[in-house]
């Protein structure tokens, strides 16, 4: 089987073999001055320092006795790699062309990419040194093994303890062999040193020695430095270090090796032809031309990567054929994550590099990260290397982004308390380089235990910090990261309490927190300000709540007595009596507020009025109108205002004065919530003008960014939407709001979700479906929320009624509808009740109320309530007054085509409606419409999958696909959904 790196290396093997050949021959070719040198050897023995390039005499000295100093050594190796420095030729003899003077010996240096086959360069290396008739002696560096002193030396010597030469060498090199066979001898002596030199040349006296070293920058410091100190000496000898060097030696002993290089090749990644003959060479056969490409792909052309890849490849049968690209790519993915693994666990630089990106997250500018990792420049300039830009790219801002592969294997390899003390050790340095609050915060929330005060008073800026920039829920986060570690008793605790309620998102949360630290808080003020910052989301939680707001004295402050009795009002927003007795408080206020809390309690009361039906459409808007004044949409916040007064303007049929309110809002700078309730009154103007179809996007936007447990007492999200369902007709939207609907008994959510199961249960189920229609109503008459204008069942009731033969329960219903309108007064809720009388009436009494409706809805801003009210009287009268007829209902669909509600058709409540709009089949594929066609034909799927030649699965898939774009339950709407 060929090796991938004799593919396209022709360049570089011509290197090493030009190398191996600079030795000469095998044993019967020993060169003079390898064989001089053995002489000399041999007469001095122990006692006598290693000639030519290894040492030098001392003046006056005697050989026999003067032993150097590792300093001396050390020198002379510095003296003699700095005589011999090589030249600047990749994948060509270092030392210019070789002529017949050109002494042998000499390292060779194999460099290049980690994986794009260094370690099978020096194996080719090795292999022509074999087939020459050179001892080949082998060694490599392993993670493992960094502390293990001598432990490359070991290897490259110790298996000469049972070669036959052994008894050849000189006394010293055999009991330097005894001696590496013990205990670790002392740190690179030069004794060990000299030795080491002199059984190198008493071997290649014989024949010529290549020492192969892989993977340095994973061997022991000691063996480095004695392959260092052997690398300046052996020019004139028949005797080659190779060495796998990364593109940078980072340590001294590597650069003298380095600048001792005879040889130099570089290993370089396979070009896509390269990567396509390997891949033919391994399985016997040429690859699919797409299979190629994605070995290339995934490999860059690195000769190991690719071999590893192959080799999974084939034990999964993977053939080479275009149909094997997927798991192939799945297999080069799996094993890209695997030696990222790896890497991480046998680089402590690297692992250090990427626990510092992974810690310091969107900080991770080179500067900060080199600090909190403790590297230099260059080891950290390694790193990345190493890493490359697969795992570790650069922003635009020069940040280190991590891929979430290395982000996950760094959160696997550390433990919870070492991830604790590097955002601790983040924090720190975050704070010394004069990072805002906020910064430091973010690596606080990591910690495992806050170090006092002073990491408390940091969350607490940060909260600030954060709520000013309308991120709440981060701001509670960071309190309540502080109150872990403040434990019960400890001064400022009630404090962090009552900011945490005011940040917190979830009203459930917030109650609990401030009935915590209510009693932690001096009577008398301090209370007051606690309970006033409750939000109103909160403050109909339960009679804790409405508890604490009542004990509450007031305080002589009117602004805190206001916000103190805003939330008395809204904690009461269930009460019928209290309902009834907000709207004369409301009257009791002067005509302008007088400041925040003013405005705040007028909005609650206007809220309380309303939705109890005791105040007219005319004097909410009145009110409405004034807190608008003080509110500039421009600096719109989640807050009483956006809450309370579209709702009421939008009740009041004054829609247009929302719409151009709302259009002033800065979306983009608005938080989550506030977009929610933007969103949400967006919608219900659309619907208040009739326009069902436009107001499903923001609904449906509101909805799902809406949090569920964020709800308070109105759950306007789940509200709104269920409106356009209703005004819709759109089942999927039904079943949307109860799939997404928080699982509690609120009086608002109850009323949702019991309209929702009544509208999908009205065609199959309609004794079902008016139960739960009656049982919503009961709940919210029982609330005294009976304002039309908010929760308009009843009239659905009434109709439904009629419909089941219940004629006097319906004409109940309906003129209770008629009466609650009446006195709301806004022309849509009116015009309804009167269309809803008519149904159950006789001719003659029907035309005159529906008169009465199209006079009151000409004009107004519902213009499909108008368009149904006129369709409604052209049908009564298109056999008594045909031509009158014909203009009331062309005027119907006029109105009806305008708000985008389409054809207009008689229902069997009797009344008219809307129809489905038509459903385009332009978004349906092909394979979609074909089965969609056959099942609407009364095809099985067997049958359907038979006709197609496709499976019975296949049929489902396209079944199921096609009932969700064209938003219908079944095959029996298929028919009519397809035309």
């Keep these: 089987m060929a090796d991938p790196v004799l593919f396209e290396r022709e360049a570089e093997d011509a290197v090493l073999a030009e190398a191996v050949r600079s030795l000469g021959g095998g044993t019967a070719a020993r060169r003079t001055g390898d064989h001089a040198a053995a002489q000399q050897t041999s007469r001095h023995t122990s006692t006598q320092q290693p000639s030519g390039h290894t040492a030098t005499r001392r003046p006056g000295g005697h050989a026999g006795t003067q032993q150097p100093s590792e300093h001396t050594a050390t020198q002379q190796t510095s003296e003699h790699t700095t005589t011999h420095q090589p030249g600047e030729h990749t994948a060509t003899r270092q030392t210019g062309e070789h002529t017949a003077t050109q002494p042998p010996g000499g390292v060779v240096v ?72 013990g205990a670790a001898p002392d740190d690179a002596c030069a004794t060990l040193l000299h030795g080491l030199h002199v059984l190198l040349v008493s071997l290649a006296a014989h024949q010529p020695v290549v020492v192969l070293a892989d993977d340095l920058r994973w061997a022991d410091e000691p063996s480095v430095r004695a392959l260092a100190f052997l690398a300046g000496r052996l020019r004139g000898t028949r005797i080659l270090l190779g060495v796998a060097l ?12 380095a600048r001792a290089t005879a040889y130099e090749v570089c290993a370089r990644p396979l070009s896509a032809d390269g990567t396509r003959r390997v891949v033919a060479a391994r399985t016997g056969a040429e690859p699919d031309p797409a299979f190629a490409a994605a070995c290339q792909e995934l490999t860059g052309g690195r000769a190991r990567d690719l071999d590893e890849l192959l080799s999974r490849a084939f034990a999964h049968r993977l ?91 760094v959160e696997q390899m550390r433990t919870g308390a070492d991830a604790g003390a590097a955002h601790r050790a983040a924090a720190a340095l975050l704070a010394a380089q004069g990072f805002p609050p906020e910064h430091v915060a973010a690596q606080l929330m990591g910690v495992d235990t806050l170090s ?35 434990p019960p008793g400890k001064p400022g605790r009630a404090r962090l309490l009552t900011e945490l309620a005011a940040a917190e998102a979830d009203p459930r949360a917030a109650v609990r927190y401030l009935v915590q630290a209510v009693p932690l808080l001096p ?20 009679p804790l709540v409405t508890e604490l707001v009542k004990t509450v004295p007031r305080p002589d402050d009117p602004e805190l007595a206001m916000r103190l009795e805003a939330r008395d009002w809204f904690a ?43 105040v007219t459409a005319a004097e909410a808007a009145r009110h409405a109108g004034v807190l608008l004044e003080f509110e500039p949409a421009r600096t719109v916040r989640a807050g009483t205002a956006l809450r309370i007064v579209p709702l009421v303007l939008i009740a009041a049929g004054r829609p247009g004065a929302v719409t151009s309110w709302l259009a002033a809002a800065d979306r983009p700078r608005l938080t989550t919530s506030a977009r929610v309730l933007v969103d949400v009154h967006q919608a219900l103007a659309l619907l208040a003008r009739g326009r069902f179809a436009d107001a499903a996007g923001p609904a449906e936007r509101a909805f799902r960014a809406a949090e569920p447990g964020g709800y308070d007492v109105l ?57 739960q229609f009656l049982d919503r109503g009961r709940l919210l008459d029982r609330a005294g929320w009976r304002n039309p204008a908010i929760h308009p069942w009843r009239g659905s009731a009434a109709l439904l009624a009629r419909r089941l033969g219940r004629t006097g329960e319906a004409r109940q219903l309906a003129e209770e509808h008629h009466r609650h309108s009446v006195a709301w007064g806004a022309p849509a809720p009116v015009g309804r009740s009167l269309r809803v009388l008519a149904a159950l009436a006789d001719r003659r009494r029907a035309v005159e109320l529906l008169r009465e409706a199209v006079e009151l809805l000409d004009g107004a801003p519902d213009e499909l309530e108008a368009a149904k009210a006129y369709a409604d009287l052209g049908t009564r009268l298109r056999e008594t007054e045909p031509a009158a007829a014909r203009r009331l209902l062309a005027r119907a669909q006029e109105l009806a085509t305008a708000c985008g509600a389409g054809r207009l058709e008689a229902r069997e409540d009797g009344t008219i409606g809307h129809a489905p709009p038509a459903r385009t089949t332009a978004e349906l594929t092909a394979g ?4 969609g066609r056959l099942a609407a034909a009364g095809r099985t799927n067997a049958e359907i999958a038979e006709e197609l030649g496709i499976s019975r699965r296949a049929v489902e898939k396209h079944l199921t696909s096609l009932y969700r774009k064209l938003k219908i339950d079944g095959r029996a709407e298929l028919a009519t959904s397809l035309g």
């Design 110 to 181: 194999v460099r290049g990419e980690a994986g794009a086959g260094r370690s099978a360069l020096l194996r080719r290396l090795g292999r022509l040194a074999a087939d020459g008739g050179a001892r080949v002696l082998r060694a490599a560096g392993a993670p493992a093994e960094r502390d293990l002193p001598f432990g490359v030396v070991r290897q490259l010597f110790l298996p000469l303890l049972d070669d036959p030469c052994e008894a050849t060498l000189p006394p010293i090199a055999g009991k330097l062999l005894r001696s590496l066979a």
């Design 246 to 257: 990364p593109g940078s030696p980072r340590t001294p002993a590597l650069r003298d090796i």
């Design 319 to 409: 053939a080479g054929t275009a149909a094997h690209c997927a798991p192939l790519r799945e297999l080069g993915a799996a094993a890209r994550r695997e030696r990222l693994r790896l890497l991480v666990r046998r680089e402590p630089e690297v692992a250090a590099l990427a626990r510092a990106v992974v810690t310091l997250g969107r900080h991770a500018e080179p500067g900060l990260v080199a600090r909190l990792a403790g590297l230099d420049g260059e080891a950290c300039a390694e790193a990345r290397t190493l890493l490359g830009d697969a795992w570790l790219s650069t922003a635009a801002d020069g940040r280190l982004v991590p891929e979430p592969a290395l982000v996950r294997v």
């Design 452 to 486: 006092g005060r002073e990491d408390v008073a940091t969350l607490r800026t940060a909260a600030v910090a954060a709520q000013r920039r309308g991120a709440a829920d981060l701001a509670a986060r960071y309190l309540r990261r502080a109150l872990l570690d403040l």
């Design 523 to 542: 009577a008398g003020r301090a209370r007051a300000e606690a309970v006033a910052r409750i939000p109103l989301t909160a403050a109909a939680r339960g």
């Design 572 to 614: 009461a927003l269930e009460e019928p009596a209290r309902l009834a007795a907000a709207a004369g408080r409301l009257r009791q206020l002067p005509d302008r507020p007088r400041g925040p809390g003013d405005r705040e309690l007028r909005a609650v009361l206007l809220l309380a009025a309303t939705l109890g039906g005791h």
């Design 715 to 771: 759950a306007l999200p789940a509200t709104t939407l269920a409106l356009v369902a209703e005004a819709a007709r759109r089942r999927d939207l039904a079943r949307q709001v109860l799939e997404g609907l928080p699982g509690t008994d609120d009086l608002a959510v109850f009323a949702v979700r019991r309209g929702m199961r009544g509208m999908l249960a009205t065609r199959e189920e309609p004794d079902a479906a008016l139960a």
């Design 928 to 931: 979609e419409a074909t089965v």
